[in-house]
T-cell receptor, first 111, second 116 residues
Framework: DQQVKQNSPSLSVQEGRISILNCDYT??????FLWYKKYPAEGPTFLIS?????DKNEDGRFTVFLNKSAKHLSLHIVPSQPGDSAVYFC??????????FGTGTRLQVTL | DTGVSQDPRHKITKRGQNVTFRCDPI?????LYWYRQTLGQGPEFLTY????????KSRLLSDRFSAERPKGSFSTLEIQRTEQGDSAMYLC??????????????FGPGTRLTVT
């Protein structure tokens, strides 16, 4: 069963605008959530994380919001830049510190 | 470069052959993880080590797969009698359990395996 879901396979946003990537999860035992960015032929690059006891974490242009009651988190990128074009994965930490990943959302930032 | 490194980056092998991949984690990280990623999917957990001890293995890790981390530093992942279904990107990650953010895992560039 898919415990972490990213229902939007792709997203296109204009440069300078906000990008919002969404993620839903089912397992209430997850204690941390992470976002990774991945370019083709490279490994995932860590972007930002949030503890399950927080509702917001901000780092520069990236902000992650967590709605624990809805089991939903989102990554906001403001302003979006062409270099942000990549596949973004949501991940959740469960037992044994293993990460469970979503299927990814491909973000395209257009000029 | 002090990041996670993996070798080789690409491997093409014939069905039935054995292959071995290597991962060198960030030097002070005591936890090391192996994941597998197939097209259109996110990485899936295979196994992880704390120092030299292998603490958990996924059901995805069949008997043909074996992983080691003999001295608690680099790790190897061996696949015996490869099958076409083993074709995937194999990713290694590491983390520092006692650090301020032990949940953050840092990934290497991956080894892309193609079984023909």
């Amino acid at each position: 069963d898919q415990q972490v879901k990213q229902n939007s396979p792709s997203l296109s946003v204009q440069e300078g605008r906000i990008s919002i990537l969404n993620c839903d999860y089912t397992n209430s035992m997850f204690d941390y959530f992470l976002w990774y960015k991945k370019y083709p032929a490279e490994g995932p690059t860590f972007l930002i994380s949030i503890s399950s006891i927080k509702d917001k974490n901000e780092d520069g242009r990236f902000t992650v919001f967590l709605n624990k009651s809805a089991k939903h988190l989102s990554l906001h990128i403001v302003p979006s830049q062409p270099g942000d074009s990549a596949v973004y994965f949501c991940a959740a930490r469960g037992t044994a510190s293993k990460l469970t990943f979503g299927t990814g959302t491909r973000l395209q930032v257009t000029l | 470069d002090t990041g996670v490194s993996q070798d080789p980056r690409h491997k093409i092998t014939k069905r039935g052959q054995n292959v071995t991949f290597r991962c060198d984690p960030i030097s002070e990280h005591n936890r090391l993880y192996w994941y597998r990623q197939t097209l259109g999917q996110g990485p899936e957990f295979l196994t992880y080590f704390q120092n030299e001890a292998q603490l958990e293995k996924s059901r995805l890790l069949s008997d043909r797969f074996s992983a080691e981390r003999p001295k608690g530093s680099f790790s190897t992942l061996e696949i015996q009698r490869t099958e076409q279904g083993d074709s995937a990107m194999y990713l290694c990650a590491s983390s520092l359990e006692a650090g301020p953010r032990p949940y953050e895992q840092y990934f290497g560039p991956g080894t892309r395996l193609t079984v023909t």
